[in-house]
């Protein structure tokens, strides 16, 4: 095997080797479906330049989240623009609905709303000039994922044909690569210049 440096070629035809070993397979893991509480919400209040949460509320198995300037409010915020019980965040049928309470009203998207559902996530602004609210469902999700791992394949009954690699196509390609005339090119620099080393 022709070898430049410290033997790149050689590391281009081992990769079948050790790319996919051919005692080796991979098994795919399948772990559980992720489970989420769907009664887990959060409320959070943000920056109206870059949008980032300035405070954040969450909530669990509740069906009514009160908002406004009262610190009888479950989200209180201390802003000119909010009343003391401005909106209300309501499941029903296990669905969110945002209602406002306030004089100054509630905007979704540029529009006065009287109530809108909330969805999975939905941003709001507490009057024209109010703060910017936004609610989303925060499930706590366990860890999920696929897991590889190997096992021989004499005790594993396996299907890896989505995993096979063609290590005599390997052998054609790094060939190809060996033949070329550029990589000839750098084989011939890679010569000069160990040869130079060994001149200084």
């Not at 209040?45 to 300035?54: A, E, I, K, T, V």
């Not at 936004?134 to 396996?158: N, R």
Request: net charge negative.
């Amino acid at each position: 095997m022709v070898a430049i440096g410290e033997g790149y070629v050689k590391l281009f035809a081992g990769v079948s080797k050790w790319l996919v070993p051919k005692r080796k397979r991979h098994q795919l893991q399948n772990l559980p479906e992720p489970q989420s509480d769907s009664n887990k919400v959060r409320v959070e209040l943000l920056d109206p330049n870059s949008g980032r949460p300035l405070n954040s509320w969450t909530f669990s198995k509740t069906d009514t989240i009160t908002i406004g300037r009262s610190p009888e409010r479950d989200v209180e915020i201390a802003d000119p623009y909010v009343s003391r019980h401005h909106a209300s965040l309501v499941c029903r049928d296990g669905a969110w609905h945002l209602t406002s309470l306030g004089r100054n009203g509630v905007m979704v998207a540029n529009q006065l709303v009287t109530e809108h559902a909330a969805g999975i996530e939905l941003v709001f602004r507490l009057g024209a000039h109010g703060p910017t609210i936004k609610f989303s469902l925060a499930p706590e999700v366990e860890d999920i994922g696929a897991t590889y791992h190997f096992t021989d394949t004499a005790s594993a009954d396996v299907d890896d044909s989505h995993f096979s690699l063609d290590e005599e196509q390997v052998e054609r390609e790094v060939q190809e690569v060996v033949d070329s005339e550029y990589f000839q090119k750098l084989q011939e620099l890679a010569n000069k210049m160990r040869n130079q080393r060994k001149r200084d």
